[in-house]
Nanobody, 117 residues
Framework: QAQLVESGGGLVQPGGSLRLSCTAS????????AGWYRQVPGKQREMVAE???????NYADSVKGRFTISRDNRANIIYLQMNSLKPEDTAAYYC???????????WGQGTQVTVSA
């Protein structure tokens, strides 16, 4: 079983930057696909960015050009660099990973990102 812990959220001014980290632990496994998702109360969870083991990364149109997802495979860390943040980026951000050990994704507890002056 994998446990995911997100960090790096907080309060930032519009136009600012944050870097979210997601550390996966709990055993020996290989992360296949990983991603960041966000949710605002009362709204549907949406995909922000996804990164597979191989192939292209995927971004929501709303964050394309501003956010960058990356991964440190040795340390099992998934990053989300968020630049040029907007108030509409305010949400709880969740990390999720697919591993070679289970058919379903593992989810973290989330980290709050608030973009406000």
């Amino acid at each position: 079983q994998a446990q995911l812990v997100e960090s790096g959220g907080g309060l930032v001014q519009p136009g600012g930057s944050l870097r979210l980290s997601c550390t996966a632990s709990g055993g020996s496994f290989t992360i296949l696909s990983a991603g960041w998702y966000r949710q605002v109360p009362g709204k549907q969870r949406e995909m922000v960015a996804e990164i597979p083991t191989f192939g292209n990364t995927n971004y929501a149109d709303s964050v394309k050009g501003r956010f960058t997802i990356s991964r440190d495979n040795r340390a099992n860390i998934i990053y989300l660099q968020m630049n040029s943040l907007k108030p509409e980026d305010t949400a709880a951000y969740y990390c999720a990973v697919l591993t070679d050990r289970a058919p379903n994704a593992y989810w973290g507890q989330g980290t709050q990102v608030t973009v406000s002056a």
